[in-house]
C-alpha cells in the first residue's frame, strides 16, 4: 500500500515561513481531520504549504489541478479497456481515500459543481466515497484527509462553492505576507540580497494598491520570485521586472507604463 503511494511522499522539508498560527491550526485540524480550506489570492504561499504540513506530518499528498472540464470521473475513477479486458483504475481522490493520503483539490472552485459534490460524503463524519459505476463503497483511511484551495477574488456568481460545500471545510486565509516576511521568502527563496528583495516587495505592494482599479490581482509573491530569480542569474533588475511583474498581468498601456514607473523608482 505505501509502495503505491511512495511517489506522493514529499522527500525534503519545503521551505515555508510562517506568518502566523496556521502550522498549529492546521495541525490540530489534521488531528481531528477536519477538512480544510485554503483561501487566497494566487501565488500567495497555499500550495507551499500544504506541502509543508504532508512533510510535516509525514503523509503523502496528491494534488490536483482543478478545471472546468474535470469531472466526477477524474477524480473519483474509472474503468478503462486493457486487452485483458475492463479494468477500474481509481482517481486521485478515491486513491487518497482508500491508502490514507492529503488530498488537496486546487482551485476548486474550477471544477463543475456536480463534480464537487462528490467530495461531500468524504466531508462529513461518514467519510465514505461512493464509487456507483463500480458498485463499491470506500470508507476512507484514517489518514485521509481533504484540502482544496479557493481564491475569494476570482468568484461570480455563478462560479462559486455552494454553502453546502463550503460549510463542511475549517477555513485558513493566506494572503501575501507582511513586508519582512515577505522580503525573507523572496530573498531565501531566489538568493538575492534583502536590500533587492526588499524593493520587489515594495513594487508589488504598490500594485496591490491598485487592484480593483484596473487590475484583476496584484503582484504575487510566485511572481517576485520568479523577478529575484532572474535579477540572481544576472539579469538587470528592470528588465527582469518588466518580464516577470508588469508584462504578465497587464494589457494595458497605461496600466503598463504605471507599474514600470513604479519599478523605475526603486531600480
Ligand atoms: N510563506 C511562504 N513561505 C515560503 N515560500 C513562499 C511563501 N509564500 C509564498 N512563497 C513562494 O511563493 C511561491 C508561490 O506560492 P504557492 O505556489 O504556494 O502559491 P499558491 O497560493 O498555491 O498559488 P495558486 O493558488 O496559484 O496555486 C512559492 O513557490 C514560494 O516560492
Avoid at 477524480?75 to 479497456?81: I, K, S
Avoid at 466515497?129 to 485521509?144: I, N, Q, S, T, W
Avoid at 504598490?206 to 487590475?215: S, T, V
Wanted: one cysteine or more; aromatic letters at 8%.
Amino acid at each position: 500500500m505505501r509502495d503505491q503511494l511512495a511517489e506522493y511522499y514529499i522527500k525534503e522539508a519545503p521551505y515555508y515561513r510562517a506568518t502566523g498560527d496556521e502550522i498549529e491550526l492546521y495541525e490540530a485540524a489534521y488531528g481531528v481531520r477536519m477538512p480544510m480550506m485554503l483561501k487566497g489570492p494566487t501565488g500567495c504561499g497555499k500550495t507551499r504549504f500544504v506541502e509543508y504540513m504532508a512533510y510535516k506530518l509525514g503523509k503523502p499528498l496528491i494534488t490536483v489541478a482543478c478545471n472546468e472540464d474535470m469531472t466526477a470521473s477524474d477524480l473519483v475513477g474509472r474503468f478503462l479497456l486493457d486487452p485483458q479486458g475492463t479494468r477500474w483504475q481509481d482517481g486521485p481522490l478515491t486513491m487518497a481515500a482508500r491508502l490514507g493520503a492529503i488530498c488537496y483539490l486546487d482551485e476548486v472552485v474550477e471544477a463543475r459543481q456536480d463534480t464537487t459534490v462528490v467530495i461531500h460524503p468524504l466531508t462529513d463524519n461518514r467519510r465514505i466515497l461512493p464509487l456507483e459505476k463500480k458498485g463499491e463503497l470506500v470508507h476512507a483511511h484514517p489518514d485521509f484527509q481533504l484540502v482544496i484551495s479557493y481564491n475569494p477574488g476570482y468568484q461570480s456568481l455563478m462560479k462559486d462553492l455552494k454553502q453546502s460545500t463550503k460549510q463542511r471545510f475549517g477555513a485558513l486565509d493566506f494572503n501575501y505576507p507582511d513586508h519582512a516576511i515577505e522580503t525573507e521568502i523572496v530573498s531565501h527563496e531566489t538568493g538575492v540580497g534583502k536590500d533587492v528583495a526588499g524593493k520587489l516587495v515594495s513594487i508589488a505592494e504598490r500594485a496591490r494598491n491598485l487592484k480593483g482599479h484596473g487590475l484583476d490581482e496584484g503582484i504575487s509573491t510566485r511572481m517576485l520570485v520568479y523577478a529575484g530569480s532572474l535579477i540572481s542569474k544576472g539579469v538587470e533588475a528592470k528588465a527582469a521586472c518588466r518580464v516577470t511583474l508588469v508584462r504578465p498581468i497587464t494589457d494595458d498601456p497605461d496600466m503598463r507604463d504605471a507599474l514600470d514607473a513604479a519599478v523605475t523608482t526603486y531600480f
